[in-house]
């Protein structure tokens, strides 16, 4: 699952070369311990929303999926952003 830590440029440009890497690297770990927090409960974050009656569909062929719905990334991107989007995606092809 993606994650991303937002922060306002011109706040983190305020701040001290060494405290900006220290941000950084906390937001780093911050993003991984999310990542394995999300994992462990997803299964039973799905199974909750199927007894509720959601149909959750399986994608078997993640690539067809891909290539089908690129159009909708197109058409967004600008409104999304660019950067973040692909920062998106590649996050999720991990």
Avoid: H, W
């Avoid at 462990?40 to 062929?61: T, Y």
């Avoid at 999926?65 to 920062?87: H, M, Q, T």
């Amino acid at each position: 699952m993606p994650s991303q830590c937002l922060c306002q440029k011109t706040s983190l440009i305020g701040y001290l070369k060494i405290n900006k890497k220290a941000i950084q690297e906390a937001s780093r770990k911050a993003i991984d311990r999310q990542r394995k927090k999300v994992a462990l409960n997803e299964d039973e974050v799905l199974q909750r929303i199927k007894d509720v009656g959601m149909q959750v569909n399986e994608i078997s062929n993640v690539e067809l999926f891909r290539s089908k719905v690129a159009g909708v990334y197109d058409e967004y991107s600008e409104a999304i952003g660019p950067d973040l989007l692909n920062n998106a995606l590649n996050q999720v092809s991990k």
